[in-house]
């Protein structure tokens, strides 16, 4: 069975862009509860260095992520 950082990464770099509606998704995702933990903080910071191009929404996602980071 495939990791979920493997298929999250494959999800949001599949056209090398991430784009709003992708953000919008992980900030869903991760924020749930509102909270993010290391690993998943760690996550977005890796798909930012590996998009060619990216949206300054996840920027503002990283550092709110960071904000309420465990």
Not at 29 to 49: C, H, P, R, T, Y
Not at 53 to 65: G, N, P, R, W
């Amino acid at each position: 069975m495939a990791e979920w950082r493997q298929v999250a990464k494959v999800c949001a770099l599949g056209d090398g862009h991430i784009s709003t509606k992708e953000v919008d998704i992980l900030r869903e995702v991760i924020l749930a509860d509102g909270s993010a933990n290391k690993s998943e903080l760690s996550f977005l910071q890796e798909i930012k260095a590996e998009a060619k191009t990216a949206v300054q929404a996840l920027d503002v996602l990283i550092e709110d992520c960071e904000k309420v980071a465990k």
